[in-house]
């Protein structure tokens, strides 16, 4: 089967990056297939993502990171490779609510979104059956202010019993260790019921109406050690009235959490988000 590689960069701005990569995959007789690339003005940073063609490409996918070290380290760059055929292994961490992570095995089952799920786990054993009915094992491990610590290493042991490369966390109501978070670096995306900054923490859409928003909305970011604080990937809203209750802002604001996340699985999936500092650029 044939196979793309998808390439991306981020470094310092300079003069002749954009050619300085290019020239490589020349050389390697590369055909590129898309091109994408930013310079960020405030932080002085160029950020790019490439995919080439597999067919033709004069570099076996184990050569590629060898050959092409020397030229990332001239330009002091952060890179990382993937190829098309070797999909991700992204676990879904989720509690009792079941709308994003059913969204997202529907969506993985008819082939929108390109990866393995390895294992769904849980803290209440509520989805298991919805879980297993395609055909993906489902570890409940139950978690007490007490026992946090212990729970979290076991999902930390399950995670890379299976090698996982990615983890979602599909309104997963339990806040993670900074030791936790230090192990999946930029790779552990949260969907928030809220437009983040505004309403951080639990309950949101109550404090929403309380405070007689006309706008609801839902946020996806990476986790990082401050809560709900984490570079955000994508989000979108829904306009309310003084008619709708708290009811009808968690049924909207549901709609929308699936739609955010989805997207944003599907853009971490085929490396389109680059992270730079507290921000992402995305290559939709």
């Keep these: 089967m044939g196979y793309n590689v998808r390439l991306s960069v981020t470094c310092p701005d300079a003069k002749g990056l954009i050619a300085a990569v290019s020239s490589f995959i020349s050389m390697h ?10 310079v960020n003005r405030e932080s002085g940073r160029f950020l790019m993502r490439l995919e080439i063609e597999g067919e033709g490409f004069g570099l076996e996918r184990e050569e590629f990171g060898a050959a092409f070290a020397p030229l990332a380290r001239r330009h002091g760059m952060e890179w990382r490779v993937s190829f098309t055929d070797t999909p991700k292994k992204m676990a879904i961490l989720v509690s009792r609510y079941d709308h994003c992570l059913i969204d997202l095995l529907w969506r993985w089952d008819a082939g929108e979104l390109d990866a393995e799920i390895p294992l769904v786990v849980s803290n209440h054993p509520d989805l298991a059956g ?18 946090r610590a212990e729970q979290e290493a076991q999902v930390l042991d399950l995670l890379s019993d299976h090698g996982v490369d990615f983890v979602v966390l599909a ?3 339990q806040i993670l260790s900074p030791k936790f978070v230090s192990a999946y670096p930029d790779r552990i995306l949260n969907i928030h019921h809220s437009f983040l900054p505004a309403f951080v923490g639990a309950d949101p859409y109550r404090r929403a109406h309380d405070r007689g928003v006309k706008t609801i909305g839902a ?3 990476y986790v990082t050690e401050d809560l709900d604080a984490g570079p955000i990937v994508h989000q979108d809203v829904a306009h309310v009235t003084h008619r709708d209750t708290v009811d009808d802002l968690v049924r909207l604001g549901r709609e929308v959490e699936r739609r955010v996340l989805a997207r944003s699985v599907r853009w971490h999936l085929e490396d389109r988000v680059l992270v730079d500092g507290h921000r992402t650029v995305v290559f939709e």
């Design 29 to 38: 007789d590369g055909n590129i297939l898309s091109a994408d690339q930013y």
């Design 130 to 147: 919805r879980v297993e009915a395609y055909g993906i094992p489902f570890f409940h491990l139950p978690v007490s202010r007490e026992s």
């Design 171 to 173: 309104r997963y109501m």
């Design 219 to 221: 946020t996806a970011h």
